[in-house]
């Protein structure tokens, strides 16, 4: 029998358009990022292998920087791991960089950070190019209270008002190190966050709450009177999908090279 110790372990930097598929995550009847990437890397190497992501994203979100890692019984050039794979896999999901990497590593628990990007489409008329990649929003948006009310996120915080009523039962203690706001090609809205973990969609009524609360002249202030409830149903709306990208996944010093 084939010992764990004599498998060779890789890691991938993958990114993927999320618009076709049910999330990052097998499902049963539905097409996910994870059976894709499976049976790509049976295709080449006629093994079956299970990946581990380090977040798995839902339906719609995209990702520039997922990690994944996954275990093979022969090692592989990972410049050929790079090229073969994508040329099995669908057009919206590509391997950015592959990695040799030791069985200590693991693409979730290794993780020490993550950052993601919320995109809103700024401008009173529709683009077919923003379609299923940021949210349209008519209004223009005033980057210096978006920024102002950000503020009160970072540091260590109870986001309980921040998640899903079905996960307010767990631990919602969370550190944000920053989160930026940023305005680029005129027309493009950037929130920058990023955290040591999130919860679930976290980011996504974050952002929905600082738009909300810009659009009903609310003070930037109130952002911290929504923290200090602890209650989903103070915050606001939750952000499409679409406009959500896993940017990058942060790991401590012994796997520096994974930080590109």
């Excluded at 977040?55 to 090692?75: E, P, W, Y």
């Excluded at 999130?198 to 929504?226: A, C, D, Y």
Aim: charge should be positive.
């Amino acid at each position: 029998m084939e010992s764990r110790e004599s498998r060779v372990r890789y890691a991938l930097i993958v990114q993927y358009d999320g618009t076709a598929y049910s999330g990052f995550q097998i499902q049963n009847n539905a097409n996910s990022i994870q059976s894709e990437i499976e049976k790509a890397i049976k295709i080449l190497t006629h093994e079956e292998v299970r990946i581990v992501a380090a977040g798995r994203t839902d339906a719609g979100v995209h990702a520039l920087g997922q990690v994944i890692h996954f275990d093979m019984s022969k090692a592989i050039a990972t410049e050929k791991l790079c090229i073969s794979l994508n040329g099995i896999l669908p057009a919206d999901i590509a391997v950015k960089k592959a990695f040799c990497v030791n069985s200590s590593f693991h693409s979730r628990y290794s993780a020490i950070a993550r950052e993601y990007c919320y995109i809103m489409y700024n401008y009173p008329y529709k683009s077919p190019f923003m379609r299923y990649r940021a949210m349209w929003v008519r209004e223009p948006i005033d980057i210096e209270f978006c920024r102002k009310a950000a503020q009160y996120c970072i540091g260590e915080k109870d986001f309980a008002s921040f998640c899903k009523k079905n996960s307010a039962g767990e631990n919602t203690i969370r550190y944000i190190e920053y989160i930026t706001v940023e305005r680029m090609f005129d027309t493009l809205v950037v929130f920058t966050i990023k955290g040591n973990a999130f919860l679930h969609n976290m980011v996504r009524i974050l952002v929905g709450t600082i738009v909300q609360l810009m659009k009903e002249g609310k003070s930037p202030e109130t952002m911290q009177t929504i923290l200090q409830q602890c209650d989903r149903t103070y915050s606001g709306i939750t952000v499409p999908a679409y406009g959500l990208y896993l940017k990058k996944v942060y790991y401590p010093e012994e796997f520096e090279f994974l930080n590109v």
